[in-house]
């Protein structure tokens, strides 16, 4: 039985690849489109494309993304979001959590990738992880984007949690980025992605439920100028705290 299952689940994998593959070659020209002749607010539709594309995947994959404590966020507020970070699936589940338009904070690899690279140029805030200088520069590329308005969206984990930990160590960008501007951090814990498709594991594809929990609202005026410990820190419970009371949470990081 465990092996007819492993068998299913490397089909499902390889369907769930399939699927992805077919649906960015179809949206990547309506991508270019709107960011082409979309006019001023061309950014903001085409992150409406790329909420609706995460419907269609998730539904390809049988995958529900379930939101709770949305109410959380002011509508007419940018933010600074942060959530865990264990699967390839965090992604389109960060765009479901929430009506705001947003830019993702993105390691520069990315837009090496064919077809989705120039989606990732156009809409994200990409980092060069290994030059400092770069670090500084997308920090004041986010602080530029939050004065327009638009929120961005930060893993301060920097990568996929491949580890047994709940959370790995959280780096100081999204932390300083709310100090020096005084927007507020918004919390997200995602729970059951990596259930569905471990880190590392393209072909572990599996139906199931993603919960998006918006766990707080953290204001840098509540705290010291010259610390940025104890938001990190009190982000860190945020979080564990919903990992570690969810049963499943376990089965998101494979041995």
């Not at 299952?5 to 070659?25: H, N, S, Y």
Request: charged share 20%; with cysteine.
């Amino acid at each position: 039985m465990k092996a007819v299952k492993r068998v299913l689940i490397t089909l499902w994998g390889l369907w769930g690849v399939l699927v992805f593959l077919i649906t960015l070659i179809l949206v990547t020209p309506v991508y270019l489109g709107i960011l082409s002749f979309g006019g001023q607010h061309s950014q903001k539709r085409a992150h409406q494309l790329s909420r609706a594309w995460a419907r269609i995947l998730f539904g390809a994959f049988m995958v529900r993304v379930k939101v709770h404590h949305a109410n959380q966020l002011a509508a007419d507020e940018p933010y600074i979001f942060i959530a865990n970070h264990t699967s390839l699936l965090d992604v389109p589940a960060k765009a479901s959590a929430t009506t705001h338009f947003f830019k993702f904070l993105a390691k520069r690899e990315l837009t090496r990738v064919p077809l989705l690279g120039r989606i990732v140029k156009q809409l994200y805030v990409t980092v060069d992880r290994t030059n400092p200088r770069a670090r500084f520069q997308s920090l004041a590329s986010m602080q530029a984007t939050l004065q327009t308005g638009t929120s961005v969206a930060i893993f301060p984990e920097g990568s996929r949690n491949r580890s047994s930990d709940g959370l790995m160590r959280f780096h100081d960008g999204a932390f300083t980025l709310s100090q020096q501007t005084g927007y507020r951090l918004a919390v997200l814990t995602i729970v059951g992605s990596g259930a569905c498709l471990p880190a590392g594991h393209f072909f572990r594809l599996k139906p199931g439920t993603i919960d998006c929990y918006w766990e707080g609202i953290l204001d840098p005026a509540a705290y010291r100028a010259d610390d940025i410990s104890a938001m990190k820190t009190d982000a860190r419970n945020m979080m564990l705290r919903r990992l570690k009371a969810d049963a499943s949470y376990p089965e998101q990081v494979p041995a």
